[in-house]
């Protein structure tokens, strides 16, 4: 029978050579692509056949101007991959189960590189979020092998050796992501929190005023300069800037700090502001009496 590939998204590829006898069973790591792209092999002295998870390569000549590889599906015939691969390309490697490991090349289009760079770059945010450094880390890596230019990447890069107090490192990937994306608030805020961590306050006030005048309605910035001039004893300071951070997200206070910023404004004479912040107050505590007083 056809030596055939077949993909997640139900892509099959099949040559018309025969296959040798010899061959290498190796895991194949299935990539969804886009309908239109059909994958094709880095080596044209490899010959694919898939079977349950797994496919098997035999070494061939390459193929003749008449021998072609064709998708089942379409009919469309595929080109041979020029030895040298094309300027979009993504690189999978399977992991060998009998003898030497492969490498396949898949061409993709601009939109599909896209996607699949996208995709691995919420995976990578999603491993962040459950705090699963390694493979936060492995996630970017898979990013920058398709793109390398991906700010964000260096970013969750700088973000993930930053967690795990490789403070040096990390600063080499906020550089990186900095020379991509000069204009990049989150990284600034991040370099703020590096430099708070190490008690380096001017650099992290000045970091994080940086985060802010790229982004007025970044609130996380506000917020963390707020603990800033907290620190350094500067209250007025203090609740300006964590006014700002929850007016902009209220959730990211507490009750005791929405009624905290409410009594600074009461007492200032700021009455539209203090009733702002002890709406806050009285939607997180309903049953306290003296902020509905206030109120009224």
């Known amino acids: 029978s056809k030596p055939k590939m077949k993909f997640s998204n139900g892509t099959i590829v099949s040559s018309n050579s025969q296959p040798q006898p010899k061959t290498t ?6 990539l969804l692509l886009d309908s239109e792209m059909m994958p094709v092999t880095a080596n044209h002295s490899e010959v694919l056949s898939v ?3 797994h496919y098997a390569i035999t070494r061939r000549q390459p193929p003749s101007l008449e021998e072609t590889i064709t998708d089942e599906v379409t009919g469309v015939a595929i080109p041979p991959l020029d030895p040298k691969p094309p300027a979009h390309s993504i690189v999978l490697s399977g992991r060998s189960v009998q003898g030497s490991p492969l490498t396949t090349s898949l061409a993709l289009s601009s939109t599909a590189l896209d996607e699949v760079r996208d995709i691995y770059l919420r995976q990578a945010q999603a491993y962040c979020d459950e705090k699963q450094w390694k493979k936060a880390f492995q996630a970017c890596q898979e990013i ?3 793109a390398p230019q991906t700010a964000e990447a260096y970013k969750l890069l700088g973000k993930v050796l930053q967690q795990q107090g490789k403070v040096t490192d990390s600063m080499g990937f906020y550089a990186k992501a ?6 990049y608030p989150e990284v600034y805020s991040n370099l703020g929190s590096l430099y708070a961590r190490k008690q380096q306050w001017e650099a992290a006030i000045a970091y994080y005023r940086k985060a802010i005048e790229q982004d007025p309605d970044f609130a996380a910035a506000y917020s963390n300069l707020s603990k800033v001039w907290k620190r350094l004893g500067d209250e007025e300071r203090a609740t300006f800037c964590l006014s700002a951070a929850l007016r902009i997200q209220p959730e990211l206070g507490s009750a005791a700090e929405h009624y905290q910023i409410a009594r600074s404004f009461d007492q200032s004479g700021d009455v539209e502001s203090a009733i702002t912040f002890y709406r806050q107050v009285a939607q997180r505590e309903p049953s306290r009496i003296e902020v509905h007083r206030r109120l009224a």
């Open 178 to 183: 900095l020379t991509l994306q000069p204009h």
């Open 144 to 146: 920058l092998k398709i």
């Open 25 to 30: 069973a190796v895991e194949w790591q299935s």
């Open 51 to 53: 079977e349950n998870g």
